[in-house]
């Protein structure tokens, strides 16, 4: 009698997406990031969170919901799980791959005098502010030499309101001992078209800082549609 041939184990066949998966992969070994569309790059990172799903409608709807890649990259983890399919573990992904590139650009920017590298100083705060949804002021402390010494948020407020007080930014940059400030903050409208709230907040920075013969090089106002220098506006 012979034996019944086994039966296919379906199961065992490769998803569907097993394809494209590894089409995608190859095309950015052969030709790039440049070559693939911003989802598809996106699809490429949630590949390695997610294995066993896939994710092309899942990279589309974080471009849609968010809009744009930018902003999905600085979307706050509790902002990112609120999209259907993202779970905790995969925000993470997400935004350690966002600190990685701030990191990177802030590092760039601390082997030099700022002053010399001031388009990695404006890549930098583009990076970490331009897509954010409430304010923030950041102050770039630096030495006599203008290097780096400090940089940090000051304060965060509302979408259109940071609160600066010179006293604290004067306290702060005793401690480190900086002779110079970069000031900069973000306009979650997307207009950096500064306010005049925001030109005698700067004076008032500036005439605080004169009495400790601290210099403020600029303040500069980051958008999503730009950026302004005070300074070169003639408002500082």
Known sequence: MSKLAPETDESAAPPHYAGHRARLRARFLKSGPDALADYELL????FQAIPRRDVKPLAKTLLH?????????????????????ISENTAVALKTVTALSHRILKQEIAEKP?????????DYCRATMAHEIREHFRIIFLNKKNELLA??????????????????????????GATALILVHNHPSGDPKPSQADIDMTREIVQAANTFNIIIHDHIIIARKGHTSLKSEGLM
């Open 43 to 46: 699809e490429l990172l949630l």
């Open 151 to 176: 940089d940090e948020i000051q304060q965060s407020g509302t979408v259109d309101h940071t609160p600066a007080y010179p006293r604290e930014i004067m306290k702060r940059a005793l401690e480190l």
């Open 65 to 85: 919901a968010f809009g744009g890649l930018p902003a999905v990259m600085n979307a706050s983890i509790p902002d990112l799980i609120k999209i259907e399919g």
């Open 114 to 122: 700022v002053l010399n590298s001031w388009t990695k100083l404006l």
